[in-house]
T-cell receptor
Framework: DAGITQSPRHKVTETGTPVTLRCHQTENHRYMYWYRQDPGHGLRLIHY???????DKGEVSDGYSVSRSKTEDFLLTLESATSSQTSVYFC?????????FGQGTRLTVV | EDQVTQSPEALRLQEGESSSLNCSYT??????LFWYRQDPGKGPEFLFTLYSAGEEKEKERLKATLTKKESFLHITAPKPEDSATYLC????????????FGTGTRLTVIP
């Protein structure tokens, strides 16, 4: 398995609270991504990073922020969680020819 | 705008009954086309990357092929353990260096 770990694996939170999801890699890859997966939509890119402190928005970035202070860690923050952010979140890392995904975080906002 | 359409949405096969899954794409210059397998409750598992029309790759009972407009994932003599959702994604030569995904084909192989 590619060395990529997401935490937590499951979380239930209340509307309006901040939430941070963590992605940790041991592969030293430059590119890291956060996706969300919802029925009928497939995987959609939230934010990505192309190096330490270098990040950019994806197609569904509203309400999310990210930080990457070290090569191995990429954090996704929901600044004020809403019910529409209930989803399964996947982190991915990419080499030149392959992209590997973590096991996912199932987030429920109640 | 990059677009990926997978068909069919769902496919049921008898064990040993070969078939193909389709991934049609529109992208502003293809850098790569990726195939993944996803089991329920798990992250996508990388299968193949294809780069240019005419390219083929194989892994066990799976073979992926690529043309300028679509890719096929051929499954030969499938087994029940091949049951999963198969995802296709494209990466464009320009833009966010992102993988743009289709919604997948859910394959069920019946013993």
């Amino acid at each position: 398995d590619a060395g990529i770990t997401q935490s937590p694996r499951h979380k239930v939170t209340e509307t309006g609270t901040p939430v941070t999801l963590r992605c940790h890699q041991t592969e030293n890859h430059r590119y890291m991504y956060w996706y969300r997966q919802d029925p009928g939509h497939g995987l959609r890119l939230i934010h990505y990073s192309y190096g330490v402190k270098d990040t950019d928005k994806g197609e569904v970035s509203d309400g999310y922020s990210v930080s990457r202070s070290k090569t191995e860690d990429f954090l996704l923050t929901l600044e004020s969680a809403t019910s529409s952010q209930t989803s399964v979140y996947f982190c991915a890392i990419r080499s030149d020819s392959e992209a590997f995904f973590g096991q996912g975080t199932r987030l429920t906002v109640v | 705008e990059d677009q990926v359409t997978q068909s069919p949405e769902a496919l049921r096969l008898q064990e040993g009954e070969s078939s193909s899954l389709n991934c049609s794409y529109t992208v502003s210059g293809l850098r790569g086309l990726f195939w993944y397998r996803q089991d329920p409750g798990k992250g996508p598992e990388f299968l193949f990357t294809l780069y240019s029309a005419g390219e083929e790759k194989e892994k066990e009972r799976l073979k992926a092929t690529l043309t300028k407009k679509e890719s096929f994932l051929h499954i030969t003599a499938p087994k029940p353990e091949d049951s999963a959702t198969y995802l296709c994604a494209v990466q464009a030569k320009t833009g966010a260096n992102n993988l743009f995904f289709g919604t997948g084909t859910r394959l069920t192989v019946i013993p």
